[in-house]
T-cell receptor
Framework: KAGVTQTPRYLIKTRGQQVTLSCSPI?????VSWYQQTPGQGLQFLFE???????NKGNFPGRFSGRQFSNSRSEMNVSTLELGDSALYLC????????????FGNGTRLTVT | GENVEQHPSTLSVQEGDSAVIKCTYS??????FPWYKQELGKGPQLIID?????GEKKDQRIAVTLNKTAKHFSLHITETQPEDSAVYFC???????????FGKGTRLSVIA
């Protein structure tokens, strides 16, 4: 069974630009969560989508948004990029039913210059 | 909301020794506590988890203990090997529909 796939693996953007990251979950998984990982803050929860609906949202500004498609694939968008947005963005999928474990992808490394 | 503190932030042990990582949580209603291992260039991978109705769980060389009264849980790795070198994260969860809250990680180095 294929794991969680995130594309692209690396991105370099300039301040003020916007970026879209993609996540393909494990087949059959309906929940996709996004986390931001930075050296100082660890893993910070961004949002979770389940069956195309946002089920949970973390404490990030409105510049961070996401969506989920009918095939459970998810995208995350960051508009008006800031230097502080440089981080590893991790996507995780699960069945979304009860206490199902999260399966993480290998992340997208975003660098904002 | 839930807050998870993890200690130490870095840990070096000799190969064959044991390693212990400790976490505390703030919300007494949390009832699920997974541990993740993140190797260089990869995403975190679940290695073991424990639910609040269990005090200890073992899987080969790794074990997790939970003290609900004190609101802390620990990861124990015995007979450490160089391939155990990684960053380890603890997490806590209130319910199946709330997001996991992670500790800030422990970088474990096993010295051969």
């Amino acid at each position: 069974k294929a794991g969680v796939t995130q594309t692209p693996r690396y991105l370099i953007k300039t301040r003020g630009q916007q970026v879209t990251l993609s996540c393909s979950p494990i087949s059959g998984h309906r929940s996709v969560s996004w986390y931001q990982q930075t050296p100082g803050q660890g893993l910070q929860f961004l949002f979770e989508y389940f069956s195309e609906t946002q089920r949970n949202k973390g404490n990030f500004p409105g510049r961070f948004s996401g969506r989920q498609f009918s095939n459970s694939r998810s995208e995350m968008n960051v508009s008006t990029l800031e230097l502080g947005d440089s981080a590893l963005y991790l996507c995780a999928s699960s069945s979304g039913q009860g206490r199902s474990p999260l399966h993480f992808g290998n992340g997208t490394r975003l660098t904002v210059t | 909301g839930e807050n998870v503190e993890q200690h130490p932030s870095t840990l070096s042990v000799q190969e064959g020794d044991s390693a212990v990582i400790k976490c505390t949580y703030s919300d007494s209603a949390s009832n699920y506590f997974p541990w993740y291992k993140q190797e260089l260039g990869k995403g975190p991978q679940l290695i073991i988890d424990i639910r609040s109705n269990v005090g200890e769980k073992k899987d080969q060389r790794i074990a997790v203990t939970l003290n609900k009264t004190a609101k802390h849980f620990s990861l124990h790795i015995t007979e450490t090997q160089p391939e155990d070198s990684a960053v380890y994260f603890c997490a806590a969860d209130l319910s199946g529909n709330t997001p996991l809250v992670f500790g800030k990680g422990t970088r474990l180095s096993v010295i051969a």
